[in-house]
Nanobody, 122 residues
C-alpha cells in the first residue's frame, strides 16, 4: 500500500478552477492506477476520474467529462485533478485512491487519502 495526501481544495466561485494534488509515498508509484472520488454531504462516494499507471488510459464520470482532467507525474509521485468550469454541484470532499487497475468502483482501490474539501459557490 501507499500513503496518499491530498491538497489544493478550497472555496471557488462557479465557473472557476482548482487543481487538486495527491502526493504518494514509496518508490513504486508508477505501478499504481490512481483514481479520484468525491463525497458530498449526505451522499455516497462517487467516482470522478481514474488514470492508469502509465498515464495512457483515463476514465471520467459523465458529470465531469470535458471539465476535469486527471494527470500524473511519476517522477514526483503525484497525481493531479484539474477542475475547470466548476459548478455548485461539484461541492464535495475529494479523495484520491491507489489501486492495481484504473477502475470506477471504490472497492478496486486499496489505499485512500484523507480528502480535501472543495466548495463551489453560486
Amino acid at each position: 500500500q501507499v500513503q496518499l495526501v491530498e491538497s489544493g481544495g478550497g472555496l471557488v466561485q462557479a465557473g472557476g478552477s482548482l487543481r487538486l494534488s495527491c502526493a504518494a509515498s514509496g518508490r513504486t508509484f508508477s505501478r499504481y492506477a490512481m483514481g479520484w472520488f468525491r463525497q458530498a454531504p449526505g451522499k455516497e462516494r462517487e467516482f470522478v476520474a481514474a488514470l492508469s499507471g502509465s498515464g495512457v488510459t483515463t476514465y471520467y464520470a459523465n458529470s465531469v467529462k470535458g471539465r476535469f482532467t486527471i494527470s500524473r507525474d511519476n517522477a514526483k509521485n503525484t497525481v493531479y485533478l484539474q477542475m475547470n468550469s466548476l459548478k455548485p454541484e461539484d461541492t464535495a470532499d475529494y479523495y484520491c485512491a491507489a489501486g492495481r487497475v484504473a477502475a470506477q468502483g471504490p472497492n478496486d482501490y486499496d489505499s485512500w487519502g484523507q480528502g480535501t474539501q472543495v466548495t463551489v459557490s453560486s
